[in-house]
């Protein structure tokens, strides 16, 4: 069935650091792919998705590209902030499926000044 | 605009009890999916609902059940609950099930006692 592996935390960068979040799904058919944030005592929030292959999705300075060839969504971020701390989730979700999202563990990461 | 609204925020229940959390979509927004995330976990899909039918239903017991409203409200019902039911409920909804369009809510803090 679908899955998600993601690199597992907790993350601890200084501030303007270079971040990279590991993430590699399983999959029967053409899923689309998605980085979503989730702070303290909140909700989760989409950061960016791919729905295809070769794809790359950006937000707020993250990217991910969608590579089939490897079925990985790394998540980077060329430069770190501390409000960036929060934890984040890598998610597929599979029209042939049903359009359910399968979640990564998700990975804590704490930004320090 | 409203995002996605779920009630109470918090609750404290004792095993065996039963439990109702309540959702209100966003604007707009006809499909509501919910999701049970355990400490330290990511989400997992528990069922979702469209034209107030249960239209998909991942892995979890009859315990779970749920109900959508004609103005596409939804509860999520848990019975006899377990100490393993305690977990952050979240309420997602979206536009005719594009997965690519779901909004999250802040959910329901659930502990089991």
């Known amino acids: 069935g679908d899955s998600v592996t993601q690199m597992e935390g907790p993350v601890t960068l200084s501030e303007e650091a270079f971040l990279t979040i590991n993430c590699t799904y399983t999959a029967t058919g053409y899923p689309s792919l998605f980085w979503y944030v989730q702070y303290p005592g909140e909700g989760l929030q989409l950061l960016l998705k791919?729905?295809?292959?070769?794809d790359k999705g950006s937000n707020k300075g993250f990217e991910a590209t969608y590579r089939k060839e490897t079925t990985s969504f790394h998540l980077e971020k060329g430069s770190v902030q501390v409000s960036d701390s929060a934890v984040y989730f890598c998610a597929l979700s599979d029209r042939d499926t049903g359009n359910q999202f399968y979640f990564g563990t998700g990975t804590s990461l704490t930004v320090i000044p | 605009d409203a995002g996605v609204t779920q009630s109470p925020t918090h609750l404290i229940k004792t095993r065996g009890q039963q439990v109702t959390l309540r959702c209100s979509p966003k604007s707009g927004h006809d499909t509501v999916s919910w999701y049970q995330q355990a400490l330290g976990q990511g989400p997992q899909f528990i069922f979702q609902y469209y034209e107030e039918e249960e239209r998909q239903r991942g892995n979890f017991p009859d315990r779970f059940s749920g109900h959508q409203f004609p103005n596409y409200s939804s509860e999520l019902n848990v019975n006899a609950l377990l100490l393993g039911d305690s977990a952050l409920y979240l309420c997602?909804?979206?536009?005719?099930?594009?997965?690519?369009?779901?909004?999250f809510g802040s959910g329901t803090r659930l502990t089991v006692v």
């Open positions: 997602a909804s979206t536009l005719r099930g594009l997965h690519y369009g779901y909004t």
């Open positions: 791919a729905t295809k292959a070769d």
